[in-house]
């Protein structure tokens, strides 16, 4: 199955500094989706980047895909304590296939 | 806003109960999905449905069935619960039109099984 997987698994920062989380699958994509979730609630839709782009902005989002190395990264920009949360990129189709995630905690 | 409610966030059942949990989105979409969430194991698909009555098995279908018999709603049921159905589960929409394959999440029931 084409299934992200983040590194690192957790990832611990001071508030203001840049958090850079990775996701690499294993086959084609057409599309690759970045989602949030904090503590035991539901994930929310952050960013999705399609195959034939490199790079996608979205406030203090920044997104690259090199589908050459299959592997992507969003950067958090100046994060701030409401960013600790769980991040997981997903890949594309119907019915997105989830990594495991990266735990990021920002520190006041 | 799309909006994804499910029936309860916190639910406890006896293992052999019959356990039915519901999900409800508003925005008329035509994909709809239930997951599993355990540590260490990330989200697993459990069933989707991309239309009223169909449905498709996910990753780990063992034990449970899903039933769509309107468009708004998709209900889980666990036959017969066990222990190892103990876990967080997540529904979630989506369309096939507008942003491709984004999907919108419900709150999760967390389920304890004793």
């Known amino acids: 199955s084409q299934q992200g997987e983040e590194d690192p698994q957790a990832l611990s920062i001071q508030e203001g500094e840049n958090a850079t989380m990775n996701c690499s699958y294993k086959?084609?994509?057409?599309?690759l989706q970045w989602y949030r979730q904090n503590s035991g609630r539901g994930l929310v839709h952050l960013i999705l980047?399609?195959?034939?782009?490199r790079e996608k902005h979205s406030g203090r989002l920044r997104v690259t895909l090199d589908t050459s190395k299959k592997s992507s990264s969003l950067l958090i920009t100046a994060s701030r304590a409401a960013d600790t949360a769980s991040y997981f990129c997903?890949?594309?189709?119907?019915?997105?296939?989830f990594g495991k995630g990266t735990k990021l905690t920002v520190n006041p | 806003d799309v909006k994804v409610t499910q029936s309860s966030r916190y639910l406890v059942k006896r293992t052999g109960e019959k356990v039915f949990l519901e999900c409800v989105q508003d925005?008329?979409?035509?994909?709809m999905f239930w997951y599993r969430q355990d540590p260490g194991l990330g989200l697993r698909l459990i069933y989707f449905?991309?239309?009223?009555?169909?449905?498709e098995k996910g990753d780990i279908p063992e034990g449970y069935s899903v039933s769509r018999e309107k468009k708004e709603r998709f209900s889980l049921i666990l036959e017969s619960a066990s222990t190892n159905q103990t876990s967080m589960y997540l529904c979630?929409?989506?369309?096939?039109?507008?942003?491709?394959?984004?999907?919108?999440f419900g709150p999760g029931t967390r389920l304890t099984v004793t």
């Open positions: 979630a929409s989506s369309s096939v039109s507008g942003r491709v394959y984004e999907q919108y």
């Open positions: 086959t084609s994509i057409n599309n």
């Open positions: 980047i399609r195959s034939n782009e």
């Open positions: 997903a890949t594309d189709s119907l019915k997105l296939v």
């Open positions: 925005m008329d979409h035509e994909n």
């Open positions: 449905s991309y239309d009223v009555k169909m449905k």
